[in-house]
Every structure is written in C-alpha cells, then in structure tokens.
T-cell receptor, first 114, second 112 residues
Framework: NAGVTQTPKFRVLKTGQSMTLLCAQDMNHEYMYWYRQDPGMGLRLIHYSVGEGTTAKGEVPDGYNVSRLKKQNFLLGLESAAPSQTSVYFC?????????????FGPGTRLTVL | DAKTTQPPSMDCAEGRAANLPCNHSTISGNEYVYWYRQIHSQGPQYIIHGLKNNETNEMASLIITEDRKSSTLILPHATLRDTAVYYCIVRVSRGGADGLTFGKGTHLIIQP
C-alpha cells in the first residue's frame, strides 16, 4: 500500500494563476481532508469530504475549491492564486468510523505564490 | 473541542524516556485525547489515543490522570528519529467529520 500520496511535491505559481493539487489514497477510506500549514503554525482544515460526491468547508475554505468524484481521489483547486496561499498543503484520509478516528497524512505539497 | 496546553519545547537525552505533558482542563466526558507527531517537513503521524484508561502501543504510552484534566505521552527509549513536533488533540470522535484541530504542539529535541 502506498497510503496517501500527493501530486505535485513542489510548485511555484504567479499571482492569478490556477492549479489543482491531487490527493490519492489506496486504503478504501471514506473520509478525506485538505489542510494547510503556514510556517511555525499547526495545521488548519481547508475542506473535507465524508464520501464520494460530497464535500464540506473547514476552517479556512476561502480561495479554494474541492471535488471528490472518485472515492480514492480528493482534488484541491486554486482558481486565482494569491501570495497568502503560499503554504504547505497536506492531504489526509480516515476510515470514517471512530474511535480511533485515525487520520493518515500524505507527504505534503509545498506551494509558493509569487 | 476542548483546548489543550503544551510546553513549546523540550529536550531529552537519547535512550532516556521522553515525557510530554498536555493540559486539557476543560475536557468533556465524551472527548478523546489523541497524540500525533510531525517530523520536519513530513505529514503528521498518528501515535496513540485514549479516553479514560492508560494506553500503550508499539510507539508510546499514554497516561491520563484520573480527573482527565491532563495527560502525558511517554516515549520509553527516545532516539534521534523521535525529534519532532508533538501535538496533543482533544476531540469528540465524530467518525472523522470536520477534521483535527492542531495547536502549536511541543517541539521535542532528542540530544545525542
């Protein structure tokens, strides 16, 4: 099992450009999440999904959109990137039943917006 | 979810037990204590969780006080690879909905 994988690992964008971050999991998990982590801070939840075809807003959803067309994939989109979106983005997944409600995280995508 | 308080940093000698405290004085009866860690530049990693009883797994032990207002994560024989930021998270187990709330955690540095 690869677990949770994220594509790409690094990306540099110019202000106003768009991009999509891909998260894939091979554990047949129901729930998937997107977090961002700014320097010296803990993770903050952007959006999450409790099943294929469903998404919901987290703590910091503005400027991002998501889609969960397939159970194993969760996409995070930036339509018009801004320097404030420079961050490390982590995807996670969980079985969807708890406890323990354990989340498994991917390796992260480091995004810089100039 | 209840708020947690952790020291910002701690040192521990390699081979010794590392004891990481967490205060969660406002914890509710149905809230669990979770510990995750994040090694530099990697995604967070689940360590252990508990409700009332002490718990142990292959990575660590979790000691929860009887009044549940605080807990301690114990790494029995710390190695250099245990250097990481450790997060104590208290939350109701909702089956995953609405994610985890990460504070700033404790930066544990294992000294050779």
């Amino acid at each position: 099992n690869a677990g949770v994988t994220q594509t790409p690992k690094f990306r540099v964008l110019k202000t106003g450009q768009s991009m999509t971050l891909l998260c894939a999991q091979d554990m047949n998990h129901e729930y998937m999440y997107w977090y961002r982590q700014d320097p010296g801070m803990g993770l903050r939840l952007i959006h999450y999904s409790v099943g294929e075809g469903t998404t919901a807003k987290g703590e910091v959803p503005d400027g991002y959109n998501v889609s969960r067309l397939k159970k194993q994939n969760f996409l995070l989109g930036l339509e018009s990137a801004a320097p404030s979106q420079t961050s490390v983005y982590f995807c996670a997944s969980s079985i969807g039943q708890g406890p323990p409600d354990t989340q498994y995280f991917g390796p992260g995508t480091r995004l810089t917006v100039l | 979810d209840a708020k947690t308080t952790q020291p910002p940093s701690m040192d521990c000698a390699e081979g010794r037990a590392a004891n990481l405290p967490c205060n969660h004085s406002t914890i509710s009866g149905n809230e669990y204590v979770y510990w995750y860690r994040q090694i530099h530049s990697q995604g967070p990693q689940y360590i252990i969780h508990g409700l009332k009883n002490n718990e142990t797994n292959e990575m660590a032990s979790l000691i929860i006080t009887e009044d549940r207002k605080s807990s301690t994560l114990i790494l029995p024989h710390a190695t250099l690879r245990d250097t990481a930021v450790y997060y104590c998270i208290v939350r109701v187990s909702r089956g995953g909905a609405d994610g985890l709330t990460f504070g700033k955690g404790t930066h544990l540095i294992i000294q050779p």
